[in-house]
């Protein structure tokens, strides 16, 4: 149901956005100094207010819902929903720290839209949302090391870094027309099969909301889009992908298995962004550049260099994510020898990239 309901708001909302912008003058903006962008179109890059006000707008009246209900109260067709209200209700602190942190991503990414912001002054603005979720909300990982390596600290950096990560992995491969929110449509959709297998209400919502809101965007954004995200779209993104990879519960304890390769599904699901984000900062570091300067040196870019078309290009990456996605989800019901399997199988997946990438030199040749 609530896939649906946000794809509507989205879709609709991205309208009425890309409507005003096109009146206001918002456009893609031109380079910071030193950075490298495709050719400027006059396109609007304000679809991240759709996205953003698809997911927040509708959790906040979910909250709000919640907060004002009693199991007596109910209207009967929500009173199958009674016996889950008081867990509903303990959730309500933490939802709101995740609809303020991502807004405040929200408008940091809008801010740099309209005038590019330094990289190391938007890396400090990104850790707030996580630092406030890993304190006091207990969202954190490897929890389970908190009795063995000196208390929570180390769970809290972990914690911090892992949406560092997949917050700019996600910024980072918004460069193409349909990229990135055809790979977080991917990904959310593997993350929400597996807690409604699990049973975690909460985290599906917001992993519904989010699916439903990047496939709305996508109506504007595939290609040749009408529209870009910008990075108030990419960094929300990626935002919700972290807190809802930190908040599942990968291994289920009645299963007499000790599966604690589970908790790498994550990992697995976002290997291709994952994978971006490694290779095009280690390109960049190799030419004595910043990682943090924008280039045209991305996973997509090298698939267009070695001859593919920009929808092609999109389209095998996309293609790949679902690949790795639906090893992640069999990670989290795999045995130890099926887990290995997996593994296996996603390391040869990026490792044949890695060396076709290696061997091929621009236009498709073998080097």
């Not at 870019?301 to 996309?318: C, D, E, K, T």
């Amino acid at each position: 149901m609530l896939v649906p309901v946000s794809f509507v708001l989205s879709w609709a909302a991205c309208g009425i956005v890309r409507f005003v912008s096109l009146r206001a003058g918002a456009m893609d903006t031109a380079p910071m100094p030193g950075q490298i962008k495709e050719a400027s179109r006059p396109v609007p890059n304000t679809g991240g207010i759709g996205i953003a006000l698809s997911v927040f707008g509708l959790l906040a009246a979910g909250l709000i819902a919640i907060s004002a209900s009693d199991r007596d109260s109910l209207p009967r067709w929500a009173e199958p929903a009674g016996e889950h209200l008081a867990g509903m209700k303990s959730m309500l602190g933490m939802g709101w720290a995740v609809v303020a942190g991502g807004v405040w991503l929200h408008v940091l990414g809008l801010i740099d839209d309209r005038r590019p912001l330094g990289p190391f002054l938007k890396l400090a603005w990104m850790v707030a949302p996580p630092l406030l979720l890993a304190v006091f909300f207990d969202t954190r990982l490897l929890t389970l090391l908190d009795d063995r390596v000196g208390g929570v600290w180390l769970s809290i950096a972990v914690t911090v870094f892992w949406f560092l990560a997949v917050t700019n992995a996600m910024n980072f491969i918004d460069n193409m027309d349909g990229l990135c929110a055809g790979v977080a449509s991917v990904a959310g959709a593997m993350f929400l099969a597996a807690v409604l297998i699990g049973g975690q209400w909460f985290v599906g919502a917001v992993l519904a909301l989010l699916v439903g809101a990047c496939v709305g965007f996508l109506v504007w954004n595939r290609p040749p889009a009408r529209m870009f995200m910008g990075d108030g779209g990419s960094l929300v993104i990626g935002y919700l992908l972290a807190f809802a990879t930190t908040r599942t519960t990968y291994i289920d304890p009645q299963t007499p298995v000790n599966a604690w390769y589970a908790v790498l599904m994550p990992v697995v699901v976002l290997a291709v962004p994952l994978y971006d984000l490694v290779s095009v900062t280690a390109i960049r570091l190799s030419q004595g550049k910043s990682p943090f300067i924008g280039d045209l040196q991305h996973f997509s870019h090298r698939l267009v260099n070695r001859g593919l078309s920009r929808r092609a290009a999109v389209a095998v990456i996309v293609a790949l994510s679902a690949a790795s996605g639906i090893s992640g989800l069999l990670l989290t019901r795999a045995n130890a020898w099926q887990a290995v399997a997996i593994a296996a199988q996603v390391a040869l997946l990026l490792s044949v990239l890695a060396v076709f990438e290696h061997r091929t030199e621009r236009g498709g040749r073998l080097g």
